[in-house]
């Protein structure tokens, strides 16, 4: 069964409510874990992974610095460097925020490699969300995955040129470096063009839209989509209530 896109992205959104107010380190694993698996599935792991470590990395590491050395709750000091106390407890909390982060990051990482923007535009357009608005929300949803692609295809015109990109970090960083300034100049480029296309198309037009690109919506699937919502809406408020129940 396809998956509507509003049910793909409210699958995606909730996961990720639920999974950081729950802050359950086997939750935040199992839902790693799941995503991966889902991304294997659908063959678009070897794009997702990537792009998940580009962005887990550093916030992790800057978790690791934060709560590793500077928390406060910290009782059982491993090593100490001045007012630097790296603790158990504050690697323990570390490790629990950073597998949360994980979790949420690759549950929309998935939703944005999956989704295909039409439909996605289609079902905002068809409940009454302006057409820029849905255009402008679904390409920032996938924007990650057309950076991807396009860093790809300039890796690949690049050495048709001759440019050699040896194994290692510090060699994979030099050739991001000069692929750099190729993608943001046929990023900006690409968004004026972009613009021109939606005026063409009456994008920033008032009144009713018609649409050719019809997206099924089976009654089950607008069901599921309210479950989720309750879901991570209750998920909410157990964690904001989780203090005064203990208080």
């Known amino acids: 069964m396809r998956l509507h896109p509003l049910t793909s992205l409210?699958?995606?959104?909730?996961?990720?409510?639920i999974t950081t107010a729950a802050a359950s380190w086997p939750l935040s694993v199992a839902v790693c874990a799941g995503?991966?698996?889902?991304?294997?599935?659908?063959g678009i792991a070897h794009r997702l992974l990537p792009a998940a470590v580009a962005i887990l990395l550093p916030l992790g590491l800057s978790l690791l610095v934060l709560h590793g050395l500077f928390f406060p709750g910290g009782i059982t000091v491993l090593a100490e460097w001045g007012p630097a106390r790296l603790t158990a407890e504050g690697l323990e909390f570390a490790a629990e925020r950073t597998a949360q982060l994980s979790a949420?990051?690759?549950?929309?990482?998935?939703?944005?490699?999956?989704?295909?923007?039409?439909?996605?535009?289609?079902?905002?357009?068809?409940r009454g969300v302006s057409g820029r608005f849905a255009y402008?929300?679904?390409?920032?949803?996938t924007l990650l995955p057309?950076?991807?692609?396009?860093?790809?295809?300039?890796?690949?015109?690049q050495e048709s040129r001759g440019l050699v990109i040896r194994r290692g970090w510090v060699q994979r960083m030099v050739a991001f470096r000069l692929q750099a300034v190729p993608l943001v100049f046929s990023l900006?480029?690409?968004?004026?063009?972009?613009?021109?296309?939606?005026?063409?198309?009456?994008?920033?037009?008032?009144?009713?839209r018609t649409s050719y690109r019809e997206v099924p919506d089976p009654p089950f699937q607008?069901?599921?989509?309210?479950?989720?919502l309750l879901a991570a809406v209750a998920a909410i408020a157990a964690r904001v209530a989780l203090p005064t129940a203990g208080a």
């Not at 409210?10 to 409510?17: D, F, N, P, R, Y």
């Not at 995503?35 to 599935?41: F, N, P, S």
């Not at 949420?104 to 357009?125: G, I, M, Y």
């Not at 607008?222 to 479950?227: C, E, F, M, S």
């Open 104 to 126: 949420a990051v690759l549950a929309l990482l998935l939703f944005s490699f999956r989704v295909s923007v039409p439909d996605l535009v289609a079902a905002l357009s068809s």
């Open 188 to 208: 900006v480029d690409e968004a004026g063009t972009r613009a021109q296309a939606l005026e063409a198309r009456g994008f920033g037009s008032r009144g009713p």
């Open 10 to 17: 409210a699958a995606a959104g909730s996961t990720a409510v």
């Open 136 to 141: 402008v929300l679904a390409s920032t949803l």
């Open 146 to 157: 057309a950076i991807s692609g396009r860093v790809l295809r300039i890796r690949q015109a």
């Open 35 to 42: 995503a991966v698996g889902l991304a294997l599935a659908a």
């Open 222 to 228: 607008r069901v599921l989509r309210l479950v989720l």
